[in-house]
């Protein structure tokens, strides 16, 4: 079973920054791809950026591209989410989660282990 815990989300004001973390359990972190997703109040899930386990390039939706920086810490278990120049659109709890293949992915129904969430809130 792998367990993943999100931390870092919180209140900020527009066009400030914020660094997700991602901590993975699993003890073959680095094989996997990794994502962040987000769901604001009546949305549905949506995809922000994937990491691949092959040779860790990266992948954003168009909407934070050029803002959000996702990396991976193969040592540490850990993911990352750097977010700069935060909008109040950005305002959603914060996924990480685990894919079952090394390749990325946009789709959340691909991706098998979830963490709980993490709360973002980017004021005007």
């Known amino acids: 079973q792998v367990q993943l815990v999100e931390s870092g989300g919180g209140l900020v004001q527009a066009g400030g920054s914020l660094r997700l973390s991602c901590v993975s359990s699993g003890r073959t972190f680095s094989a996997y791809a990794m994502g962040w997703f987000r769901q604001a109040p009546g949305k549905e899930r949506e995809f922000v950026a994937a990491v691949s386990g092959v040779d860790g390039s990266t992948y954003y939706a168009d909407s934070v591209k050029g803002r959000f920086t996702i990396s991976r810490d193969n040592a540490k278990n850990t993911l990352y989410l750097q977010m700069n120049s935060l909008k109040p659109d950005d305002t959603a709890v914060y996924y990480c989660?685990?894919?079952?293949?090394?390749?990325?992915?946009?789709?959340?129904?691909?991706?098998?282990?979830w963490g709980q969430g993490t709360q973002v809130t980017v004021s005007s």
């Open positions: 989660a685990r894919r079952a293949s090394s390749y990325t992915s946009n789709q959340p129904r691909t991706y098998d282990y």
